[in-house]
Nanobody, 121 residues
Framework: QVQLVESGGGLVQAGGSLRVSCATSGRGFSINTMGWYRQAPGKQRELVATISKLGGSTNYADSVKSRFTISRDNAKNTVSLQLNNLKPEDAAVYYC??????????????WGQGTQVTVSS
């Protein structure tokens, strides 16, 4: 089964930038869609951005369009999210997501442990 590990979160001032990344590990898997979700205290987890297997199709939440950019490196099986012009409402735990196949045609959703992004006003 694939494991996902996020990195790159931290504290930034409003208007600043961060880059969060997600590395994969495991054996015998393939990955289709990858993406990022976030969850703020007292709120439900919400979609931030997704990217298709070959990177040709991306999808963003309206609240982050034009500010965040998702990218992936299929050679390394990593996905990153560039967060620009951060706002206090962007503060949340950011979770990496992958739609993975165990090599036997069984598809499942994999999640990372999350990385905290804090935005000071």
């Amino acid at each position: 089964q694939v494991q996902l590990v996020e990195s790159g979160g931290g504290l930034v001032q409003a208007g600043g930038s961060l880059r969060v990344s997600c590395a994969t590990s495991g054996r015998g898997f393939s990955i289709n869609t990858m993406g990022w979700y976030r969850q703020a205290p007292g709120k439900q987890r919400e979609l931030v951005a997704t990217i298709s297997k070959l990177g040709g199709s991306t999808n963003y939440a309206d609240s982050v369009k034009s500010r965040f950019t998702i990218s992936r490196d299929n050679a390394k099986n990593t996905v990153s999210l560039q967060l620009n012009n951060l706002k206090p409402e962007d503060a949340a735990v950011y979770y990496c997501y992958a739609r993975a196949d165990n090599g036997l045609g069984y598809w499942y959703d994999a999640w990372g442990q999350g990385t905290q992004v804090t935005v000071s006003s």
